[in-house]
């Protein structure tokens, strides 16, 4: 199954934007935009249409939580559907992460079959 929506990866580890690039190429979607912070997705993401964010908590220049708030803070991205992929596992973690706007969370590392079941939730699929 392929899918025209455009995922991007927001990540300083370039190990793990290709690793999630990778699984999101085997569960069928082919537009990935990459960036290695916020203030880069920002950029990014004001060249292109996204469909969906998957995004890491702890970046240098702009991190996770404050590129989520200044997302939800802008008029066209307070429905954007956003995953939070990261290290924070604790229930604050992941409660603070919820409340900044993230639609749903997981903890590195993850399965594939993980990343695809929340990916495919966040977009109805």
Do not use: C
Request: glycine share 4%.
């Amino acid at each position: 199954m392929a899918f025209d929506h455009v995922v991007i990866t927001v990540d300083d580890s370039s190990t793990m934007r290709r690793i999630i690039k990778n699984t999101l190429q085997k569960i069928g979607f082919s537009n990935i935009l990459e960036a290695a912070n916020g203030v880069e997705a920002l950029d990014v993401m004001a060249k292109n249409d996204v469909d969906v964010v998957v995004t890491d908590w702890n970046m240098p220049e702009m991190d996770g939580l404050t590129f989520v708030k200044t997302l939800r803070s802008k008029e066209e991205y307070k429905e954007l559907p956003i995953l939070m992929v990261t290290t924070e596992a604790a229930k604050e973690d992941i409660l603070t992460a919820l409340k900044s706007g993230v639609n749903n969370y997981v903890v590195k590392p993850f399965t594939p079959d993980t990343l695809k079941e929340k990916i495919y939730k966040l977009l109805g699929l």
